[in-house]
Nanobody, 119 residues
Framework: QVHLVESGGGLVQAGGSLRLSCAASGMLSNIQTIGWYRQVPGKHRDLIATTSRDGTTSYDGSVKGRFTISRDNAQNTVYLQMDNLKPEDTGVYYC?????????????WGQGTKVTVSS
């Protein structure tokens, strides 16, 4: 199975930008759909953006128009460009093959990458 590791988080002021990376241990092209998730402290982990092998993307309404997901199969990496960040974007961000958490009750999300947006 392909293992995914997130990086790129940090502290940024409101209105700023960050780019997160999701590096795959194997062939990214083997994964149909990859998603970025955000977990705000004390709340559920939400799926906020997806990219599929055929190039289609989708976004949650809270990030649409501000975040851009992209996929580089040659580099085996998925990116999340986050612009015009807001304090409510603060949280831990994870990437995953969207099927795996749905089919594996013991799915290991890993540590994710923490994003803090100050007002």
């Amino acid at each position: 199975q392909v293992h995914l590791v997130e990086s790129g988080g940090g502290l940024v002021q409101a209105g700023g930008s960050l780019r997160l990376s999701c590096a795959a241990s194997g062939m990214l092209s083997n994964i149909q759909t990859i998603g970025w998730y955000r977990q705000v402290p004390g709340k559920h982990r939400d799926l906020i953006a997806t990219t599929s092998r055929d190039g289609t993307t989708s976004y949650d309404g809270s990030v649409k128009g501000r975040f851009t997901i992209s996929r580089d199969n040659a580099q085996n990496t998925v990116y999340l460009q986050m612009d015009n960040l807001k304090p409510e974007d603060t949280g831990v961000y994870y990437c995953a093959d969207v099927i795996r958490p749905l089919t594996d009750a013991s799915y290991d999300w890993g540590q994710g990458t923490k994003v803090t947006v100050s007002s």
